[in-house]
């Protein structure tokens, strides 16, 4: 059997179902560059049928990348075939991914119909589809609770009429890792012709065992991995391909391999995050915020002197320059000095003995310190390198009124101000902004995020503005949100090209 496991991503379909987390065209073209940067195999790229976003979208996100195949989702019905073969004519490589429920469940309440039906339903899509493309894979709906004696049936069934891949998912999230691994089990050892297609995992984490129950379909024989950035998906989430991807760097001795190239998880995570407005939350592991956080000072300084001691992946090889340690007033002067060299801030003995004074001052107020706290207590703030720089903010807003903003800017040392109205505090602040930055500038996104529980920590903004056909990312983080939001559109406006 191959050790190569194939990594398919469905962020732009599956993942995408998540309520409020739509993505226009662009956005997906954005993501789906981002997938091929990481090395992903597949990308499904939308379903055609659905609706006239979706087709646009497989279109162009056909005509965006070059080497992953571009997958397209239809039901077993034949005009959902044509719609898919339509939307997939510029891809390089092409795969119509068709299928129909098997579960009695599905069998009886959503089809009202009968086993041996639904294996003519299922060939005939394969068959059909195969008269377009060389590649079709094939989905058993709720496969997890499908008898497996069925569903070995289906599976040799569908491999006959052609199909390259077949889709075992666990829909519902309902199966036990041990359940889901003899599944597949049974499949490589039933199925006559089984090794004519890949068998492939798609898991759902509403019980917390997707990534668990795709690591025992692996083990057992599967080799492609359906799989989501930061595991999003409806309901409870998909399996998280940062979590299979570094099983398998981590555990070397299983002896499976990806394409994937781990440096860029971190930044696909953020992008991801941001595009679709979902934090992160802040224990997910690989890519949350605390994965590689150490607040306990003994941990601290376990890290400091070997990363190994309490660390079994190098935050480098997911693409984090440095492990976060969180500073707390449990921290010592070594963890501080560390966080400030990592700031590329270098001081003296001197000098630190008196920023950790202030620090610990600090640490008594706070429950934990960040980055730019710590800078801002080592004079190096780096907001002081900006030539635009907030010099005030005043914001009149209330029930039943009209939020009015007053601002000044220093800009190169000059000082402006100005006034206007809008549609609450941050609108109305924004427009003051650009009545003294006189560009075309559009806001195209606007999170906040990561506000901690104490009423007075930093309020954390991110922003993207497009200027001049480029697209600019800040951040902003005050104990008021409002000049939050103008700090992280001012960051956007300094990153502006001359």
Known sequence: ???????????????????????NTVEKIQVARQLEQLGVDVIEAGFPISSPGDFNSVIEISKAVTWPTICALTRAVQKDIDVAVEALKYAKRKRIHTGIGTSDSHIKYK???????????AVAAVKYARRFVDDVEFYAEDAGRTENEYLARVVEAVIKAG?????????????LPAEYGAKIKYLCDHVAGVEHAILSTHCHNDLGMATANTMSGVLNGARQAEVTINGIGERAGNTSLEEVAMILKCHKGLGITTNINTTKIYPTSRMVSSLMNMPVQPNKAIVGRNAFAHSSGIHQDGVLKNVQTYEIIDPKDVGIDDNAIVLTARSGRAALKHRLSVNGVDIDDEKLDKVYQEFLNLADKKKEITDDDILILAGADRADLH???????????????????????SISGEKFEAAATGNGPVDAAIKALKVIIRREMTLKEFTIQAISKGSDDLGKVHMQVEHDGHLYYGFGANTDIVTASVEAYIDCINKFKK
């Open 111 to 121: 089809f009202n119909s009968n086993r041996e039906e639904i294996i003519e339903r």
């Open 1 to 23: 059997m191959s050790d190569r496991l194939y990594i398919f991503d469905t962020t732009l379909r599956d993942g995408e179902q998540v309520p409020g987390c739509q993505l």
């Open 163 to 175: 199909a390259t891949v077949v889709n075992i998912p666990d829909t519902t999230g309902y199966c």
């Open 387 to 409: 030539n635009i720089k907030l010099e005030y903010l005043q914001v009149t807003t209330g029930k039943g009124v009209r939020s009015v903003a007053s601002i000044g800017l």
